[in-house]
Antibody, heavy 117, light 107 residues
Framework: EVQLLESGGGLVQPGGSLRLSCAASGFSFSSYAMTWVRQAPGKGLEWVSGITGFGSGHYADSVKGRFTISRDNSKNTVYLQLNSLTAEDTAIYYC???????????WGQGTLVTVSS | EIVLTQSPDFQSVTPKENVTITCRASQSIGANLHWYQQKPDQSPKLLIKYASQSISGVPSRFSGSGSGTDFTLTINSLEAEDAAAYYCHQSGTLPQTFGQGTKVEIK
């Protein structure tokens, strides 16, 4: 069974940093790209970042230069480093698995990031 | 960036009615369009892949159609458990994008 378990969310001050983790199990992790999608309170879904199985990352313009995606295939884990956070980054951050670099067939339960002083 | 525009934003529907949600892309995306359902306090769930392909375990009352720039999600004979937000998503071009969502309420 595919499982994705996010962690690392919490309350952080504006300008601060946080590292999110997503531990994957139940599939051949290194063979899949991985993605982060976020959802601000009461709002819709926003694609944030994706990383190929080889480690090449892509970003939404809204986070480019501030967020960094990475993965450790030996630990079956994908990370999202969040820097220079603002209130607009407050959201639930979901880890999702893209099937064949297309649709997201599995999602984690999400981890909440709150940026506030 | 490809913009996906869903309509309507909100729909209040009686059980057993049919529901149609549209998603229009700002440029052609072929069939690289997928639909998700999100119930309150839950993660999104894949409903339809590649515009019209069904997903194992998803009730047959959910169907999708379209290609290029215009897409439709249809829910036939709505059930109470279908109360949720529905999102389209394009995976053909980076950055990937979602529609703004359509909330379906049961009357």
């Amino acid at each position: 069974e595919v499982q994705l378990l996010e962690s690392g969310g919490g309350l952080v001050q504006p300008g601060g940093s946080l590292r999110l983790s997503c531990a994957a199990s139940g599939f051949s992790f290194s063979s899949y790209a991985m993605t982060w999608v976020r959802q601000a309170p009461g709002k819709g879904l926003e694609w944030v970042s994706g990383i190929t199985g080889f480690g090449s990352g892509h970003y939404a313009d809204s986070v480019k230069g501030r967020f960094t995606i990475s993965r450790d295939n030996s630990k079956n884990t994908v990370y999202l480093q969040l820097n220079s956070l603002t209130a607009e980054d407050t959201a639930i951050y979901y880890c999702a698995r893209p099937y064949s670099n297309s649709y997201f067939d599995h999602w984690g339960q999400g981890t909440l990031v709150t940026v506030s002083s | 960036e490809i913009v996906l525009t869903q309509s309507p934003d909100f729909q209040s529907v009686t059980p057993k009615e049919n529901v149609t949600i549209t998603c229009r892309a700002s440029q052609s995306i072929g069939a690289n369009l997928h639909w998700y359902q999100q119930k309150p306090d839950q993660s999104p769930k894949l409903l339809i892949k590649y515009a019209s392909q069904s997903i194992s375990g998803v009730p047959s009352r959910f169907s999708g159609s379209g290609s290029g720039t215009d897409f439709t999600l249809t829910i036939n004979s709505l059930e109470a458990e279908d109360a949720a937000a529905y999102y389209c998503h394009q995976s053909g071009t980076l950055p990937q994008t979602f529609g703004q969502g359509t909330k379906v309420e049961i009357k």
